[in-house]
């Protein structure tokens, strides 16, 4: 019996072993999560702590590789550079060869991007293309360093697309790459270089998705062309072609809003100057383009954008019922919309504004602004106009 038991015994330690085993990755997948979402809410301290007990206690594992690259992203986000710094150095020295280290240091640039850091971003962009040349993340690198520069208008703008076309060619995102680089060439209003690259993706990569969305784009260049050129007569129509022609990409809607906010951004640049008139018919033509979304396109979150820009576009024209009603029904429809707690409070600002005019009493506008202050401070509690909001009503009891 014993000679049986002790036969046994190396198995029954190898069941333990992984048992164990199995409950230490189970709370490291645990911790990162945990993290992650403290990370997610701008609780750093409390991420921070997490992290550096993964690793401490996982060290040499994927978990603190993935906890050291999430540290180090944290810093950059919560704006303490030096701590940054430290944090990558660490991820460098100790992952050098791990298998994710270029998508890592790319990462960890593109944070710095979200943070207005484009110095240091392209740095390390650059350090993944010198050291990692062969991976994908080489590619994103360089095209991210390229979008920066059409961004800037600076003259490295060229050489980066250059780099990208000439080291890249055969990469699987290079679709991908020269479409955005295409985009931001289109939004920084280089119509003729965006149409040329989104032409290099049609030709060279005929079936990627990217060839579809590059035919929308040259579209949609051309409808801005017009726009610039006030070609009024051809707008309509040329927009008309592109909603019949793309109605069932999924990108399409983002497109049309893209072309509403030309008209848009057309409008404050004449209210700036004192071309009321001028402002007035940009702010139209904004609704106008804006409504093919609402009416012509599948709901997608480009809808919301509609609805709630379009609102604006109302207030600022003196419609205040049809702002109010926009406004509502993005609240009512996409409570979760970044900018539904701003749809509500501008709801109680319109209501204000009728009182100031005459146009509504001071009880009734009151009343309905208390309401609307209350249900923003219910549903949104920790937004940006809560403070607003409270003082108000503080002020009006």
Known sequence: MFKKFFTLLPILFCILFFEMMGKALADATDLLEQAATYQEEEQYEQAEVIYQQIVTDYSVTDYAFQAQKNLAILYVAWDKQPQAEAALQKLLADFSKHEGIAQAVHDIAYQHRLSRKNEKANQLDQHVIDNWPESDYAVLAQMDMAKYYVDQGDVAAEAAVDKL????????????????????????????????????VIDHWPKAEHAILSQIGIAETNVLSLIESGNDTAIEATLDSLIADFNDNPGLPETVFVIGEKYYNKAFRYDKEGLDTKARDSFTKAIVVWGKIITELPESIATAWAYNFGADCYRRLGQHKKAIEYYQKVVDDWPDYEHASYALFSIGHIYEDLKKSGAMSKSEADSKTRTVFQQLLEKYPACKAAKAAELWLSSHK
């Not at 080291?167 to 119509?191: T, W």
């Open 165 to 200: 076309l000439a080291d890249f060619p055969d990469s699987p995102f290079m679709a991908r790459a020269v479409h955005d680089v295409a985009q931001h060439y289109s939004l920084s209003g280089k119509y003729q270089k965006a149409n040329e690259l989104y032409q290099h």
